[in-house]
């Protein structure tokens, strides 16, 4: 019963360096979203998936990349982390079709020096 | 453009009594709206909806009433508990202009004083 699960949950980068958050859900979601929480700031948007094959800008999408690799899975990607990059990263899906809740992963804390 | 607003950052309450956190949406397209909560160095978890054909969704303690003539929700908890601190979110989406995007507020961190 994972649910959605996101790996690692703690990194630790220098500015310039390249990673990918990794997101994955099993419980057969059509959406899958990531944001990032700021204190002050709360949940904003990168980027979302609607379903499989589309992917869309949120409200904070310079600096990543996203890719929705098959249904189960939705990796973020950071080509060249800089400081204002810190944040604590949320993966999220639901299903698109209905009015339904969107279930988190536990959040990866990513800090760039 | 912040489209989901909640201009309280935090609240303090005495157990027992009632807690009302409130979110502003400025979107008149959004249908569906949404309270999560979280615990530190956990993800947000779903606690009530509300669909914009209601104006008030109750689930034991918890209940959100939603005022789309003025663009307001609010979730009420009776009575509070010192378990219920955390932070509240509240979030709204638009089915058939925006997709699935889900959109956010700032946060509300209630403390239960006990």
């Known amino acids: 019963n994972a649910g959605v699960t996101q790996t690692p949950k703690f990194q630790v980068l220098k500015t310039g360096q390249s990673m990918t958050l990794q997101c994955a859900q099993d419980m057969n979601h059509n959406s899958m979203y990531w944001y990032r929480q700021d204190p002050g700031m709360g949940l904003r948007l990168i980027y979302y998936?609607?379903?499989?094959?589309?992917?869309d800008k949120g409200e904070v999408p310079n600096g990543y990349n996203v890719s929705r690799l098959n249904k189960r899975e939705f990796s973020l990607r950071l080509e060249s982390a800089a400081p204002s990059q810190t944040s604590v990263y949320f993966c999220?899906?639901?299903?698109?079709?209905?009015?339904?809740?969107?279930?988190f992963g536990q959040g990866t804390r990513l800090t760039v020096v | 453009d912040q489209q989901v607003k909640q201009n309280s950052p935090s609240l303090s309450v005495q157990e027992g009594r009632i807690s009302i956190l409130n979110c502003d949406y400025t979107n008149s397209m959004f249908d569906y709206f949404l309270w999560y909560k979280k615990y530190p160095a956990e993800g947000p978890t779903f606690l009530i909806s509300?669909?914009?054909?209601?104006d008030k969704n109750e689930d034991g303690r918890f209940t959100v009433f939603l005022n789309k003539s003025a663009k307001h929700l609010s979730l009420h908890i009776v009575p509070s508990q010192p378990g219920d601190s955390a932070v509240y979110f509240c979030?709204?989406?638009?089915?058939?202009?925006?997709?699935?995007?889900?959109?956010f507020g700032e946060g509300t961190q209630l403390t239960v004083n006990p």
């Open positions: 979030a709204a989406s638009a089915r058939e202009t925006s997709g699935s995007r889900l959109t």
């Open positions: 998936s609607a379903s499989e094959g589309t992917t």
């Open positions: 999220a899906s639901r299903y698109r079709s209905m009015n339904t809740e969107a279930f």
């Open positions: 509300i669909s914009s054909i209601k």
